[in-house]
C-alpha cells in the first residue's frame, strides 16, 4: 500500500452550520486526493493537498476523448461519534472494472479504500449529522496526456473530493414519477453501459429535460437493442414487486452493477422474498399494472438509497402503482439500509468501515 | 458576430522547420481561442491568448458527466501563400448538431468560423508547407460548472487549439487493413453517435487496442442492434466500390456525418458514378469480395484525407479487396480533394476559405 503525504490547508473554509441548507454537490472541503499515473512509475505519490484547480493542458486527452471514470459512495457519522463508510470496497471494485473497459489503468483496491478512508478522516469535521445527511465522496480518474488523437491516454490522475451533502427527501422518504424513454438510450450491449463514465450521463441529458419539462423526475432506460426490456433509471438501479416476487433487471452489460441494488437483493433474500434477476419487459408491467400485481416500485442508489416510485409512464400510458403512496418492502429497506449506514441496525454481513 | 480581443505572446516557442517530424498532435502552436458561456450573457467574451494550461475546479462537469463536444478541420498553405480552410461551414453546422444532442449551448456558427480564421491568421508562421502537411485546427467545448449531479452544465468554455501535422502517409498513399469488430458497439441508434464527443471514442479504445494486437490499425464498427451492418471507422467514415457502384452507410443517428464524405459524395456523382447511401451488411461485402465485385473500399476523414483499405478481416475471415492495391477511385478522391485544399484544383463548389 503506498504511503499518502498529507499537506494540510492553512487557510480553512468555514464548515456549514446544522441549519446551512446543503444543495448536493455544490459544496466542497478543505482537503482533496490525488494520485498521479504514468507508464514508468504506475500509479505513485499519492497526497492529501488543500481543495484546489486543477491545472491541465487544452489537449489533455479528458477534455476531448472522455477518458473519464467515477464512483460515488457516502461517509456517515453515528451517535455516538464513529465515522463509517458503506461498503467501499464494492467501489473499488467497480472502479477497476470501468477502468478496464475503458483503457484505463487498475487502481490497487487497498490503495483506492485507504486514500478514501484517509481523506474522510482529514475532512472529518465536514461530516454532517443531521438525519438524512453525509459526506459524498467522489473517486474519480481522469485522462492527462496532452495529445490529440484516439488511443488510450498514458498519464492519468486518480482525484478524490468530498462534499456535505442534505437529506434526498427533505420531507422524509416521498414517491417520485418516472418517465420510460422510448426515443433516446443510454447504453446498448457492447457498449460501455456498466462503466462509471461521462459517456454515459452525457447521453442522457437530453431525455432527462424531455421528462422534467413533461413533469417527471427520472428517466426510466429501454435497452438499445429492442427497447422493450427495463435497464434503469438515470442514476439507480430499479426494483419492482410483482405478486409477491422481488424482480430488477440482470446485469446484462449495459447496466451500472449498483452497491445498493446488491444490497437490497441480499436484503429481500434474507427477509425470505423471492427476487429474481432477470428481463423484465415494458409490457409485462403493464399488464402487472393493470392486473394489480404491480405492488410497489423504487429505485436503488447512493445518493436517494431508496426511492419510491409512485407511478410510471410510457408513451401515453401511465402505470398506477399499488395505492401510489410508499411501499412496504421500500420502507423497510430504506429503513435498513440506513440504519445500518448509520451504526443503529446490526451490521450483520460486514458492510460497513470504521474510519479511525 | 462578436469581436475578438487579441493578446500575443511575448515568449514565442521555435517553429518546427521542415525538416523537423511532425507527429500528429503533439506540437501546440503560441495562442489559443477562447470563449465562455453563462446564462446571462450567453456566448461571450472571445479572446485569442498565448497557450497556456486550463484552470478548472476538481468538480467541474466536463471531468465527470462527460458533456464536451469538439471538432477537426484543417488549414494549408498554398505554393502562391494563400491560408485556405476547407469547409468550415460544414464544422460549425456539426458542432451545433453535437452541441443540441450533448444539451451544449449553440455557437453561432459566423462566430465559429470567424474565430478559426482569426486564430489560424494569428499563427499562420505555424502553417507547415511540406506535401501532405498542414495545420490542424480543434475547436471544443467543455462544461465548467463546478457541480456535482446530473444535469446540463450552465457553464462552458469554447476553445480552439492549433497543432501542426505532418503528412497521414509519409511514405505515400498506402493501402491499410481493417478490422471488423463483432463483439464492441461503439455507438446505437438513439445514443450520441452522430455527435462528436468524447464518450463515442472512449467507447472505442478497447476494441482499438484488440485490432493492433491482431495487426490492424483500425476498427470498423457494426451497428448496435443487430451487429450486421456497417457503420464507420474509428475516425473516419467507409465506402465500397462493389461493380461499379459507389456504397457508402447512409447516416442513420449513429455514425458521425463526415465532412470528407459529403466531399467525396458530390465527387463522385459529379464524375458520374452510381452513388448509394444505404444500409451495407458484412454478408453482402463478404459475398462481393469472394465473386470479385468488391472493387475497392477507403476510408474518409480529415486527418488522412482517404485512406485506401487493403483488407478487410471478420471474425475468421479474411476479404480480399480488388488487388490489394490502391484504387482508382480511391487515388483520384485524394488527388483531387487534396488538390482542392491546397489550391491547385479548381474549387468548383465553394469549399475553400481563404484566410486573409
Ligand atoms: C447509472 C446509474 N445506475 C445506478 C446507480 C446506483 O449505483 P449505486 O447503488 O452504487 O450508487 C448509479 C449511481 O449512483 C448510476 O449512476
Ligand atoms: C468517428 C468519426 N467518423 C468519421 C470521421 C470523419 O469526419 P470528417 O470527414 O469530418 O473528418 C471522424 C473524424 O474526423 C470521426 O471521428
Known amino acids: 500500500m503506498l504511503d499518502i503525504k498529507i499537506e494540510k490547508t492553512t487557510n480553512p473554509k468555514p464548515i456549514p452550520g446544522p441549519e446551512d441548507p446543503l444543495v ?23 497526497a492529501i493537498m488543500p481543495y484546489q484547480p486543477i491545472s491541465l493542458a487544452p489537449s489533455a486527452m479528458v477534455f476531448h476523448y472522455g477518458q473519464e471514470m467515477f464512483e460515488g459512495l457516502k461517509a456517515y457519522k453515528t451517535e455516538d461519534g464513529r465515522i463509517l463508510l458503506f461498503r467501499p470496497d464494492k467501489n473499488a471494485e467497480r472502479a477497476n472494472n470501468s477502468n478496464r473497459r475503458l483503457m484505463i489503468p487498475e487502481i490497487d483496491p487497498e490503495d483506492f479504500i485507504n486514500a478514501v478512508k484517509t481523506i474522510v478522516e482529514v475532512d472529518q469535521a465536514w ?56 426515443k433516446y438510450v443510454r447504453a446498448v450491449r457492447g457498449g460501455i453501459g456498466e462503466a462509471k463514465t461521462g459517456g454515459n450521463y452525457v447521453a442522457s441529458l437530453a431525455a432527462q429535460i424531455k421528462a422534467h419539462d413533461e413533469g417527471y423526475s427520472q428517466v426510466l432506460w429501454l435497452d438499445g437493442v429492442e427497447r422493450k426490456y427495463i435497464e434503469e433509471v438515470g442514476a439507480m438501479n430499479i426494483f419492482f414487486k410483482i405478486n409477491g416476487t422481488v424482480v430488477t433487471p440482470v446485469l446484462n452489460g449495459s ?40 405492488e410497489e416500485v423504487w429505485g436503488t442508489g447512493t445518493a436517494a438509497v431508496i426511492s419510491p416510485v409512485g407511478h410510471l409512464r410510457y ?16 420502507q423497510k429497506l430504506y429503513d435498513t439500509v440506513t440504519g445500518i449506514q448509520l451504526g443503529k441496525v446490526e451490521d450483520k454481513y460486514g458492510w460497513t468501515v470504521e474510519v479511525k
Chains 1, 2 share one sequence.
Open 127 to 182: 461530516i454532517p449529522t443531521k438525519p438524512g445527511t453525509s459526506l459524498y465522496v467522489r473517486p474519480f480518474v481522469i485522462a492527462t496526456d496532452p495529445f490529440l488523437g484516439v488511443r488510450p491516454s498514458n498519464t492519468y490522475k486518480f482525484i478524490i473530493i468530498l462534499s456535505p451533502v442534505g437529506a434526498y427527501y427533505p420531507e422524509g422518504l416521498n414517491p417520485v414519477k418516472i418517465w420510460i424513454e422510448d
Open 24 to 46: 448536493f454537490g455544490t459544496i466542497f472541503t478543505d482537503h482533496m486526493y490525488v494520485m498521479e499515473y504514468c507508464p514508468e512509475k504506475g500509479w505513485h505519490d499519492p
Open 315 to 330: 408513451e401515453d400510458d401511465v402505470f398506477q402503482i399499488g395505492d401510489g403512496g410508499i411501499g412496504q418492502i421500500s
Open 255 to 294: 447496466i451500472l452493477p449498483g452497491v445498493t441494488r446488491d444490497t437490497c437483493i441480499a436484503l429481500c433474500k434474507e427477509w425470505g422474498l423471492p427476487v429474481e434477476e432477470r428481463r423484465v419487459s415494458v409490457e409485462e408491467l403493464e399488464a402487472a399494472a393493470k392486473d394489480g400485481s404491480l
